[in-house]
């Protein structure tokens, strides 16, 4: 079974977060997101190249101390267990020998979209923890063994104007069994004062280069594979109507939302809060209280045009 976690540095909350997200999400393109595109024979590894899409990331420069990057197609091998890669037949390998403990390497990606707000982004990559094994012979090796074990840890990181706006840290370390993935997820809302709004979006995946404490072993190698980046629209506080006063969002606070209000004076079946119309308290502060009342109409008076 698969384990999701969230591990999100919320640096961006929604301004208007009465609602809910909008169920339909916008699919952000990620260029080789399932590291398909560059060629590895099957159980073969294929290095010295970043994957077609991605740019090295290398802030402790590295990268030629005796370290290997490219992709993997583990094939009938055992370094994982068969089913185990999340999309397609390759994933990103990061295998690191020569500089064990000396920084973090990875990879990224710019993907051409700005930050916007009123939004949610949810990141979601496989994350594998590749076993010791050999590859076969032929195509691609002398048939010599990889001692694999352990984990040297990972980040996944959602960024913004080039700064992290998110990340999962290594929360699934110890947590991923050898031979198998899982998937780390990372979330975060964005509203109208988030200071990196309009920034480029970047994904970063890192090997973060530590020894593994759990097995006495430095761990070498991170994969990935599947990377995936939605946003949703955030419904806006006040935008429970279209311009009729027919009950629904249409994306803008307008007169239609006060004539759907007055309809739902004194709703809220048992003052539980959260139902359509409460958006605030006796005295206009944004809040559901519980009651549909006329400080709902002051919050709403404050709310006009809004909803991008």
Do not use: K
Request: aromatic letters at 8%.
């Amino acid at each position: 079974m698969q384990i999701q976690l969230r591990s999100a540095v919320m640096l961006g909350m929604a301004l208007f977060a009465a609602g809910a997200p909008d169920a339909s999400a916008q699919a952000i393109p990620v260029v080789n997101h399932s590291f398909e595109l560059d060629a590895a024979d099957s159980g073969c590894f294929a290095t010295g190249f970043v994957p077609v899409g991605w740019s090295l990331y290398d802030p402790h420069g590295i990268a030629a101390l005796g370290n290997f990057f490219g992709v993997l197609d583990p094939g009938p091998t055992t370094y994982f267990l068969p089913g185990q890669v999340p999309d397609g037949e390759q994933v990103a390998l990061l295998f690191f020998t020569g500089s064990i403990g000396q920084g973090e390497l990875g990879i990224s990606q710019l993907l051409g979209v700005n930050l916007q707000s009123e939004r949610l982004y949810r990141l979601s990559v496989g994350v594998g923890n590749i076993a010791s094994g050999a590859s076969p012979v032929p195509p691609c090796s002398n048939g010599d063994f990889f001692d694999l074990d352990g984990f040297p840890g990972y980040a996944v990181q959602l960024l913004g104007g080039g700064a992290v706006i998110a990340q999962d840290f290594n929360a699934l370390f110890g947590l991923i069994p050898e031979a198998e993935f899982r998937t780390s997820v990372v979330e975060v809302e964005v509203g109208s004062d988030h200071p990196q709004l309009g920034g480029e979006l970047e994904i970063r995946l890192i090997n973060l280069n530590e020894n593994d404490p759990t097995v006495g072993s430095p761990g070498i190698e991170v994969d990935f594979d599947d990377v995936q980046l939605e946003a949703l629209v955030i419904a806006c506080a006040g935008d429970i109507a279209d311009d009729f006063g027919t009950l629904g969002g249409d994306g803008m606070v307008s007169f239609g939302d006060f004539l759907a209000l007055l309809g739902l004076i004194g709703a809220c079946p048992g003052g539980v809060p959260g139902c359509v119309g409460d958006i605030a308290d006796d005295f206009g502060s944004l809040g559901a209280d519980g009651m549909v009342s006329f400080g709902d109409f002051l919050a709403l008076l404050g709310l006009i045009g809004l909803c991008p």
